[in-house]
């Protein structure tokens, strides 16, 4: 290995390990099915493909989608989002993690579709153009309109215009919660590097569903 491909390397997993629960340590993205390297312990894996972290990160040809964004992203422009006359705020087409996330969730782009590639990394039990086949759990869509809302601005004229919503969102963890913008995205309940929390739920940040939900709303 010459020293531009170590730097690389150490960059990579630097960026695994920040990115959530360690790349290799407590909660390891190893042991979950976001570990789409062939030695991946889920069904939808790589035939091929040894390395763990570059499914979504590198140290080069990056995008500033995301920390050292690797993966080929969604068209938001195709999703019916989530609407109720009841909120107080809108949600916008996926942007932030969210849209990161739904590159491979959303069914229409090959899990394996790294940039920088002439064609995706051969993947397992996925449909024939590589995504995540409808018949799939993970599959969301491009429907939201039954999820959870995402992508939308969590703000305090909206939060407390809702009877039903905490202003401001109290973590003690401080694992749950709006990003950097002040948006609900899927990373404000999911840890998409550790799957250890959370028996029930997929990559869920506590152990039960009310410890999470109590962050932004009130009972």
Not at 128 to 135: M, Q, V
Not at 140 to 160: F, M, R, W
């Amino acid at each position: 290995m010459n020293r531009s491909d170590l730097v690389g390397t150490i960059l990579v997993a630097v960026v695994c390990a920040l990115s959530g629960g360690g790349a290799y340590g407590s909660g390891s993205i190893l042991t979950t099915k976001h570990n789409l390297s062939s030695s991946g312990p889920g069904e939808i894996k790589s035939a091929t493909e040894g390395e763990v972290c570059i499914f979504c990160h590198s140290s080069h040809n990056t995008t500033r989608e995301g920390p050292l964004w690797n993966h080929e992203t969604t068209n938001p422009a195709r999703f019916t989002t989530y609407d109720r006359t009841t909120m107080s705020s809108r949600a916008e087409q996926p942007n932030g993690a969210t849209k990161l996330c739904l590159s491979c969730h959303d069914g229409t782009i090959a899990v394996g579709a790294i940039r920088g590639l002439s064609r995706p990394v051969p993947m397992r039990n996925v449909g024939g153009e590589g995504e995540i086949p409808a018949s799939r759990p993970s599959h969301i869509g491009t429907d939201l309109t039954g999820t959870h809302p995402v992508s939308v601005k969590y703000q305090e004229a909206s939060a407390l215009a809702d009877d039903h919503l905490r202003w401001p969102p109290f973590d003690p963890e401080k694992k749950v919660g709006t990003d950097a913008a002040g948006y609900v995205q899927c990373t404000s309940c999911h840890d998409p590097h550790d799957d250890s929390r959370s028996a029930k739920y997929p990559f869920w940040k506590k152990a039960t569903f009310d410890e999470v939900c109590a962050v932004c709303h009130t009972y």
